[in-house]
């Protein structure tokens, strides 16, 4: 029997709440920071590496045990589909790439200078 996939991320969203008030202000704050230091980052990696990866869905099919079996019966196989997160290459134009980068930097830049007020009126709010 296989985990419902939401449980993974139950569990993250429950240890993201964790933290002191201040610390989940804080983190509240610049979330978007590191929403864009992850791209930036990510976006040097494909001007390093000279291509990007593109993350698809396949589906497969494997023969499991059926769900309704009832112990003490002989096992009824069903066939499940099972999906995979296959990741290929793709190629990138370096010149959009580094206007993306260079927008990113830009936009990182405004957001620190937003967060420095959000940190520091919560830890104002909250403090330790």
Do not use: F, H
Not at 40 to 69: F, H, K, M, P
Not at 77 to 106: F, G, N, Y
């Amino acid at each position: 029997m296989r985990l419902p996939s939401a449980l993974p991320l139950a569990l993250l969203a429950a240890l993201a709440a964790c933290g002191t008030p201040q610390e989940q202000c804080i983190r509240s704050a610049t979330r978007e920071i590191a929403t864009v230091d992850r791209l930036i980052a990510e976006a040097q990696g494909n001007l390093a590496r000279g291509y990007s990866y593109e993350t698809r869905e396949v589906t497969r099919w494997e023969w499991e045990r059926c769900d309704d079996w009832v112990p003490g019966t002989p096992p009824r196989m069903c066939w499940e589909p099972v999906t995979d997160w296959v990741r290929k290459p793709v190629a990138i134009d370096p010149a959009a790439e580094k206007r993306k980068l260079a927008a990113l930097k830009e936009r990182r830049a405004v957001l620190a200078r937003q967060a420095e007020t959000s940190v520091a009126a919560c830890k104002r709010q909250y403090p330790e």
